[in-house]
């Protein structure tokens, strides 16, 4: 099934032209050098070219014997001729960045580290699956973040939290698995993207997770050794208790002596067992999880003290702000979990250790189809970030519906939060450059599982590809990291390109329209996040989220006479969203109560606004089923069979969306439609 190669294809090209050309320079690769990473290197691109050029014989040597090759290694390694004229890029390449340069008929893979030469061969075979000659190849490139992470949130017992494409990879019945060959393909699909670092368990630490600390250790070293190989760098989640409940210690306080002794002595142990250990992930004091506040201590003593520990041997702490009060009384309409990222974490700015990072969700919320973007991104300066996304689609259709995530990660990090002036995008902030940090990036919960396809929804691959493309260059367009992974994953058919890409680029679009519009977020089944109901959580302690009654729906969130929350960003955004006036469409209902009579800037009152986006997404839903049809005998009948089947169970889905939420309305507010269609 070709499917479980996901965009690493490697088809044999088809236009004679372009496989002389690579075949004239690929017949043999040199190898400067030693190294895992760079064996990696040499052996993805022998057995890609090989796949891709057909028949052509692929040698891998450490002196070529032919003047037509590949040549890879290290700068500081080249013949000195050839070093000459990469003279200028070995400054600006800093550890990870890489050239690839045609040299007459030899064409030169080379950066500064094994890393950035494994990030150059994978960068060839994508220029070759797309299609691009070799001639005249000039290529400098590197990665905006320093940092371009994974989070599994796998458990032991071989479940995945949120996880919608079958069991772990990485566990089973309490153990790390033996046979790590999937592990190793998945490294590889993350390499090939740009990945370099991964954080195996769950956030939530719970019984037997605690141990991988200790007990699991040498398995962890395993996991640990398959990533090096790929260039990852692997982290664990730790529960904030361990020193508790697995070192018999009867406190897990932070400023206590025996308890920052106990976690000097892990982190000895873990760095002799695993050199390159990354450090530690933290979910602490949130949805009943333990952390500092037990001993009346804050974030940044919790954070600070692990960082001490691993602090020797250069590791790092990566502590969320995903923390709010989940029982918070929904009956107290001062309380707003949108404001408690910003309310616990910004008083602490400069407080943290320099190998301290706060990993921050995208939105103040969780996920949602539509947040606005977290104001806590701009209100730290003296703060190494980590921007935090979902891969995995816990709110977005479970992997069931496509929802192409692209687009609205490409939002997120657009985003100008005016925090210094104008230029002070998410991205800027997330990659460190705008603060100058030492350590940043980007964080995603991964959205893979053990089905043979990995993502379950075979589409869903490219989210997890694109959000590697993003990671390593979030300037990257939608589009065009939609074609590239197309190509890569369907081959060079343009109607193919272009229907899949249509499909994929308006799928977010479709997705919100049919289940949550207007940034209202929520309306889902509680406890799995799939599925439409108004009022799941409206009741409950968790939250509140719509306030919707007979004449309105909307959380006012603004100073004047709501929550307060908008004053968390900078103006001239804070007046933006304050004002019903200028907020946009997209999230007037996460900033404002109104009426259902409202009128939007569409022109739409807000009920038939309502009607219409559920009629016209489940519409438009039943057009992803017509669109993908139009394709059959393009695409291998296994993967045009498993996608067909997912979409039309989306499109029958969307009507169940549509019927509950317009009913649900229709009823509450006793408006009908403008245009009088049938609401059950
Ligand atoms: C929410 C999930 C929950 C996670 C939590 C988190 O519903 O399963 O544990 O986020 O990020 O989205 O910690």
């Not at 075979?458 to 493309?469: D, E, F, I, S, V």
């Not at 139009?630 to 089947?645: A, P």
Request: charged letters at 25%; glycine letters at 8%.
């Amino acid at each position: 099934d070709r499917s479980y190669a996901c965009w690493l294809q490697v088809e044999r090209i088809g236009e004679p032209a372009l496989r002389d050309s690579y075949a004239r320079r690929c017949g043999e690769i040199a190898v400067v050098g030693e190294g895992a990473v760079l064996h990696t290197a040499a052996d993805e691109l022998a057995a890609g070219i090989a796949a891709m050029l057909g028949d052509v014989p692929v040698r891998t040597a450490g002196q070529p014997r032919y003047a037509r090759h590949l040549l890879l290694g290290k700068l500081q390694d080249l013949p000195a001729e050839i070093r000459v004229s990469l003279a200028d890029a070995e400054s600006r390449l800093g550890e990870e960045g890489y050239v690839i340069k045609t040299c007459g008929d030899r064409i030169v893979l080379a950066g500064n580290t094994d890393r950035a030469v494994l990030y150059a061969a994978f960068r060839l075979l994508r220029l070759m699956a797309c299609g691009c000659g070799p001639e005249e190849l000039s290529i400098l490139d590197k990665p905006a973040n320093g940092l371009r992470m994974i989070n599994q949130w796998d458990n032991m017992d071989g479940s995945i939290e949120r996880g919608y494409a079958g069991k772990s990879i990485f566990y089973r019945n309490n153990r790390i698995v033996d046979d790590l060959t999937r592990v190793r393909d998945y490294a590889r699909l993350l390499a090939s993207v740009g990945v370099n670092a991964i954080a195996v368990n769950n956030v939530n630490v719970h019984d037997e997770e605690t141990r991988l600390i200790d007990r699991h250790l040498p398995d962890v070293s395993r996991l640990a050794d398959v990533f090096r190989a790929y260039g990852i760098r692997l982290f664990l989640s730790v529960n904030y208790a361990s020193p508790v409940q697995i070192g018999a210690l009867e406190t897990a306080d932070p400023l206590d002596p025996g308890v920052r002794k106990w976690w000097a002595d892990i982190a000895r142990n873990i760095y002799n067992a695993i050199p390159d250990f990354g450090g530690f992930l933290v979910k602490a004091d949130s949805e009943f999880r333990p952390g500092p506040f037990t001993y009346g201590r804050d974030h940044a003593d919790g954070a600070n003290m692990l960082a001490e520990a691993l602090g020797p041997y250069g590791g790092l702490v990566i502590w969320r702000c995903f923390v709010y009060n989940c029982l918070q009384d929904w009956r107290d309409r001062t309380t707003d979990r949108a404001k408690a990222a910003y309310d616990h974490f910004k008083g602490h700015d400069g407080r943290f250790k320099d190998n301290v990072i706060l990993q921050i969700k995208n939105g103040p919320m969780d996920f949602q189809v539509r947040e606005p973007v977290s104001p806590l991104f701009g209100a730290m300066t003296e703060t190494n970030q980590l921007l935090e996304l979902q891969i995995t689609q816990e709110y977005t259709g479970h992997q069931r519906h496509l929802c192409y995530l692209v687009p609205q990660w490409k939002e997120v990090l657009d985003f100008e939060t005016y925090a210094k002036g104008e230029g002070s995008t998410v991205a800027q902030i997330a990659s460190g450059a705008l603060y100058n940090r030492k350590y940043g990036g980007m964080a995603a919960v991964s959205n893979i599982g053990d089905d043979l396809n990995w993502t379950g929804h075979l589409l869903a691959q490219a989210n997890l590809y694109g959000y590697g493309r993003l990671a390593w260059n979030p300037s990257l367009s939608s589009e065009e990291i939609t074609r590239e992974w197309i190509v890569q994953t369907f081959g060079p058919d343009p109607v193919v390109a272009d229907t899949v890409s249509r499909m994929l680029l308006e799928s977010w679009n479709i997705y919100e329209s049919y289940t949550a519009p207007l940034g209202v977020g929520w309306m889902v089944n509680p406890g799995s996040h799939y599925g439409p109901n108004v009022d799941g959580y409206e009741y409950s302690k968790w939250g509140t989220y719509h306030y919707a009654d007979h004449a309105g729906i909307g959380v006012d969130r603004t100073v004047r006479t709501g929550t307060g929350y908008t004053a968390q960003y900078h103006p001239p955004r804070s007046d933006e969203y304050e004002s019903l006036e200028r907020c946009p469409d997209e999230l007037l209902l996460f900033f404002h109560h109104v009426p259902y009579t409202h009128k939007l800037k569409s022109g739409k009152t807000v009920i038939q606004h309502i009607y219409d986006s559920r009629f016209e997404g489940a519409e438009r839903a039943q057009g992803l089923v017509e669109a993908w049809r139009s394709l059959r005998g393009r695409i291998d009948e296994s993967r045009y069979n498993q996608v067909l089947e997912r979409l039309e169970e989306q499109a029958e889905h969307a009507k169940e969306w549509r019927d509950v939420i317009n009913t649900y309305f229709w009823r509450k507010s006793g408006i009908p439609d403008a245009l009088g269609r049938k609401i059950y």
